[in-house]
């Protein structure tokens, strides 16, 4: 199992290596977790000449190890007076002969930059850039077999809610109530916050839930998942509330069905992520809803609700095999609510048969 | 209302331009709903000689509004594909005419500072500091009323907890509920992940909740608190689970119960924040606990649930009037647990009462 661990860090190694960088320090969570195996918060990791190191600022009356670390890694406790570990990391690659250290230039804030060149003023700091979200984008079998779980509990969750009584409860506690839910079948708690839409709050990406109730006649769209071992995965569903929905509901929701299936079929091994995009986006534009539609209509999920790639007009890349993402078309008419569909799939090439659905939860126009 | 804000930015106006900056960028989220009011997530603010402008990115398939700005500040909605607002804002100081632009740089990476440069070359950027969080430092009545109705809430939800059944419960059901139950009386969410420690987990600052099950003889240390309108509280308490509690926990429970006493008591106006600290501290290194505490003793609450001052043996400075701080000393004894007690109050002059307790949840050591 440790094994995983040290073999990135021997990737992301070679990959300094290949651009003259002895030493790289990672410090956005998501990509210490990869590295790492679990880590405290706000704990560092340093890859470097003498070896690699974990640095973890003390966790206040805690556990210092908070987390599991894969035991080939060296875990060094800062006391909390030694304040930034970043800092404390770049003294360590100084006194390990380091001549330069690639650093996250997109995480680390410049304030934290600068005293690391305090620190160690002939320490050259070079950028990381997004090496190891890179890694990362292509997942193995365990990684996926987590995000399965996570959808399984995920459809859990949404199914047991469909079962209950909606109309007169307001979103901001249906909303906790699927995260109660998502916990109780295993989670370790929610991918993200929970958003649950009604009426003309229907349709709309990430709404956050308020005290609106469910009215009949209603659009519901609700959007939700699971964080399981680290990973997270996503679902969004609309639903109607009452006996029949009106024409212009039918109307809508098979409209954006049809553009969330065309981005599902898409998805093949060495597709252009902005090819995906385009047929999910495609319909809804030539039925006059470009204008208001999201810029993106699906990204990479895993350590991280939104991580590459994303699928957009100008996203430049292809897919991979093993690659998850969302494909999460939605349309939302001002001052009457919307439609959003959004599921989880593995890229798989069409001789395993295609892309594998995560999120089976039925994508039929349920009235509830 | 909307002059609460626009007083703001005219003091941060005044403090820029007293360090020769004709031009600001505000981008840390706590920072820009000081003084805009509330804004889309992303929004920054950038104060310039061309007036007041809240430069927000388009909300995917959402209102590119949400939140209340303040209805004299220039709302400007990026189009998705412009990016980053933060580069738009280096480019709409240039065409001010701004020559220097401060820059919150313990916010911003390196990465997006270096984006604005290139944008801008010729602008000159500085470092605004923590210049807003010291005006947030002092609050003003209204924001104290935000925080007595969060903390009225949170005692609430913690009151009803108390009279359920805890024994078999786990740690994570029993912080949902509690997030539950502030939702359900009125909070916009928790002010920050509860924390609910059973066993040799408890008195650990942010433990996070396990699947241990509450046991007979436990200590239960729970931490929790509610977000009204922005506006985060905390508290902190334990209990001892079943009929009698045993001397170990009562000595302990007496200890802490003492220092964190002699830690509110120490709130004054003109009170050096090490000496707060060290008022609450003091006897529990004394009682041979130091090794393990924290390394501060509290903190300040508001806009964010961890915000200036630090109550801590190195911080330099002294309270003001009207600051809300907590006081939360604890004592973990590894393998058996502990016992942290927690409140926010605000301080105020001996002429007005002295401080003011805003979580009144009782401190007796209670025996579920």
Redesign the interface.
Known sequence: MSDVYAVRRGQLRDRCAAVGSAAALVSRPANVRYLAGGAPPGAVLLLGPGGDVLLSP??????PA?GRTDDQLRVSVLP??DGDPVVAAADLATSFGAESLA?E???????R??AMGSVAPRLRLA?LGATVEQLRVVKDEEEIACLRIAAEITDQALGELLESILVGRTE??LA?EL??RL?DHGADGPAFATSVATGPNS??????PSDRRVEEGDFLSVCLGANYRGYRCEIGRTFVIGTTPADWQIELYDLVFAAQRAGREALVPGAAYRDVDHAARYLLDSAGHGG?????TGHGVGLEIDEDPQLAP?AMGKLDACVPVTVEP?V?LPGRGGV?IDDTLVVRPEADGGPELLTITTKELLAL
Do not use: F, M
């Not at 230039?105 to 304030?111: P, Q, R």
């Not at 349709?203 to 956050?208: E, N």
């Open positions: 003390r966790a206040p009356g805690g556990d908070d909390a007076t650093v230039e997109h995480h680390l804030t410049v304030s930059h600068r950028d901001r506690h906790l995260e109660r916990v349709g709309q990406g990430r709404h956050r208001g539609l999201a810029p993106w100008a939605g939302h959003r």
